[in-house]
């Protein structure tokens, strides 16, 4: 089911809606929200009408996660980004702080209603619709994480079930009492959930689950984690992409070739990283349409993607990100001088089932970046299991690394973003 009135317009008119929504927002901040009005102006747009065309976006300044931080560390507690009084925002969050301070955001209530549009075309794309029961194992603090989620699948007629405060155990049987029929969180922790499952002898393939959706790691795009997940919880697996300061604002159709970006709420750009200039393959840029309370125009996410314009399969028009988010550029490791995204290492690891948890732990050598792979294997041998995961990494990566077997129980569970890469001066 998706909106072909919306997803399937022709690209050139899609185009011409993004280009009237882009003024509009331009006439909307420039004047009355002090960051966009001074980095603006600093940049020579000193009217909304001086924006005459693409040229002159594509001229507009690039915003860093940093300016964002400085920001706020210069008008605490919420920046600058405002372009009303505080009184018109309803919600606050933040973003996970896995990547340094956390930044914070102001919703209005046309923001949040925003947030909760774009999900809706996220969990359709998976096939969820109004009857299901749609689980969200999550502690709803102050990250935004699934908040927007649980109010998407409240928006498009679903039942929403919240499982806040709660251990992995009470949400099985919380999930098995409701009749839970899709889960929503991140990609490691339905795997956590089905280890813990069969921990206590249940079986997440008889909860009645039958999709399953997942964002803020690259997991459900990794062919061999999306298998296992599925295998897991006897579903169908959907990746997602979204951002705190950005949107939800990617996702899969049934065809699941790489993620459409929701090019009727975001402008989508890539650029190579280094030059700053337009490249099939390199760094995503975004702007968001639908956000004019505390909008980013031009954000660099950090994520390395690959766009393509070939029409899929399933009639949506909007373009799409082969292969999902390839990796985080600033999570990119050079092993003798190999670059290698964790992800991918992430993708030959998971092929082997008898892994449960791993860990790639990085630590200087001299001049060099080295890395060894941690794993925890369950009911096999663990160092016929390490030969096979070293001889894969060899064989797909070209990378020879040390993989040891860690204790079972021993490496940590995520419930939200997973951190398996760990830096340390040197190995014990
Ligand atoms: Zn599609």
């Not at 185009?15 to 901040?29: G, K, S």
């Not at 560390?73 to 600058?80: L, N, R, V």
Request: net charge neutral; glycine share 10%; aromatic share 8%.
């Amino acid at each position: 089911m998706f909106d072909r009135a919306v997803e399937s317009r022709a690209p050139e008119l899609l185009l011409d809606d993004r280009w009237r929504r882009l003024q509009a927002l331009v006439r909307e901040t420039l004047g009355s929200n002090p960051f966009w009005t001074s980095r603006w102006r600093a940049a020579g747009l000193m009217r909304a009408d001086d924006l005459a065309d693409w040229d002159d976006f594509r001229r507009l300044p690039l915003l860093r996660k940093s300016d964002l931080v400085n920001d706020q560390a210069t008008h605490p507690p919420f920046g600058s980004n405002l372009t009303y009084p505080p009184e018109r925002y309803v919600r606050v969050h933040q973003t996970s702080g896995t990547s340094g301070q956390p930044i914070r955001w102001l919703e209005t209530q046309a923001s949040w209603d925003w947030w909760a549009r774009c999900w809706g075309f996220v969990l359709a794309a998976a096939g969820v619709a109004p009857g299901d029961r749609v689980y969200f194992p999550f502690s709803f603090g102050l990250f935004v994480g699934f908040w927007a989620g649980f109010e998407g699948a409240r928006a498009l007629g679903a039942l929403a079930i919240p499982g806040g405060g709660q251990d992995s155990v009470t949400r099985l049987h919380a999930m098995q009492a409701l009749g839970a029929t899709a889960l929503v969180c991140t990609p490691s922790y339905a795997l956590h959930l089905v280890e813990t499952a069969r921990e206590r002898r249940l079986d997440p393939t008889k909860l009645g689950v039958r999709v399953t959706v997942h964002a803020g790691e690259p997991g459900a795009g990794i062919p061999a984690v999306r298998a296992r997940i599925e295998a897991g919880w006897g579903a169908r697996a959907f990746d997602h992409a979204g951002m705190t300061e950005v949107g939800a604002y990617g996702y899969e159709c049934a065809e699941q070739a790489g993620l459409h970006v929701n090019e009727s709420e975001f402008i989508a750009e890539v650029l190579d990283p280094e030059t700053l200039t337009p490249a099939p393959e390199g760094e995503l840029v975004l702007t968001n349409l639908g956000r004019p309370g505390s909008p980013v125009v031009r954000y660099r996410t950090g994520d390395r993607v690959r766009l393509t314009e070939t029409p899929c399969a399933c009639g949506r028009t909007f373009r799409r990100l082969e292969g999902g988010i390839l990796g985080r550029l600033d999570d990119m490791l050079i092993i003798r001088g190999v670059n290698v995204f964790p992800s991918a290492i992430e993708g030959i690891v998971r092929r082997f089932p008898a892994i449960d948890e791993f860990q790639i732990e990085v630590f200087r050598n001299g001049e060099l970046e080295e890395a060894r792979v941690l794993i925890e294997a369950r009911d096999a041998d663990g160092r016929a299991v390490c030969r096979g995961v070293q001889e894969a990494l060899r064989a797909s990566l070209g990378l020879r690394l040390e993989v040891v077997a860690a204790a079972p129980r021993t490496l940590p569970r995520f419930e939200l973003k997973a951190r398996r890469v760990v830096r340390r001066d040197r190995l014990t």
